[in-house]
């Protein structure tokens, strides 16, 4: 596993090494550990949708909040559709989600360039995905299902990051997090033929799916989206894969496969560190 594991008292979650290095960015994938849902939410559970008890949920978020050294006021949370739909974030929307309601629907991934304000995206096998501008002080965080990565949701956010903020690819630091595994991951002949006619180049197809036979297939998520986001120009040595699968460790991580859909939610958070406050 290329994350590193930390402990804040009984919570435990994940961080990069690679955003680490930036020294611009808090950040942190939580696992099931730490928190206080009981059940099939046990018990670091991020989801207000799902049917666990909204008081436990809000003290879920409270212990992550202050992992991060932040408050639930400044967070905010996406509206995951499985879309490649993009908003940026600003003051105006900390603790949509949380502490207040969204006014905003079908936003799979988030960007500011505000110090202090934390994005927020939650996941149960679908790919996170964080991006940190070290030149121009911005960051973004995505989710990529199999069909955000088919519709290139990495190379969405470079493009867009690149519109905002002027970001140049190869000043990208970008992180794959934990998700589901090749391994795990068995698609239909349908889904494999829509990433065969995206990951056209010679090889590609056959370095992310492989034919088990009878119109089955196993799909490798990770290896497709380092491959969008090594295309949308991100130096392949600034792109960090958690390798580290949520199916396989599903007492420590919520997976959707693992438990047929009787799960919380995991969440990715990412932001600028409130001291980047005026740096150039």
Not at 216 to 227: F, S, T, V
Request: negative net charge.
């Amino acid at each position: 596993m290329k994350m590193k594991q930390n402990r804040a008292g009984e919570i435990e979650y994940l961080t990069f090494p690679l955003l680490e290095e930036t020294g611009m960015v808090r950040h942190l994938f939580t696992t099931r550990m730490g928190g206080v849902s009981q059940g099939i939410y046990r018990t670091m559970n991020l989801s207000y949708t799902r049917g666990d008890e909204k008081a436990a949920v809000d003290e879920n978020y409270r212990r992550i909040s202050s992992v991060l050294g932040c408050s639930r006021e400044d967070i905010v949370c996406s509206d995951q559709t499985h879309t490649v739909n993009l908003r940026v974030a600003t003051r105006q929307d900390g603790g949509k989600g949380i502490v207040k309601p969204k006014d905003y629907h079908d936003i799979d991934g988030l960007l500011t360039d505000e110090p202090g304000l934390v994005l927020a995206t939650f996941y149960a096998d679908c790919v996170p995905l964080y991006f940190v501008d070290t030149k121009n002080r911005a960051v973004a965080l995505a989710h990529s299902g199999w069909r955000g990565t088919v519709a290139r949701m990495g190379r969405c956010v470079t493009e867009k990051m690149r519109e905002i903020y002027g970001t140049r690819p190869e000043d990208l630091v970008a992180a794959i997090g934990p998700s589901i595994c090749q391994a795990c991951y068995e698609v239909s002949e349908d889904v494999a033929e829509v990433f065969i006619q995206e990951f056209r180049k010679p090889g590609q197809a056959e370095q992310i799916l492989e034919g088990k036979g009878n119109g089955k297939y196993q799909l490798d998520l990770w290896r497709a989206n380092e491959i969008i986001l090594q295309e949308a120009g991100i130096p392949t040595d600034q792109i960090q894969v958690a390798d580290l699968c949520t199916c396989h460790n599903s007492d420590y991580l919520f997976s959707h496969r693992a438990s047929q859909g009787k799960r919380g939610n995991l969440g990715a958070f990412l932001g600028l560190n409130p001291s980047s406050a005026g740096k150039i």
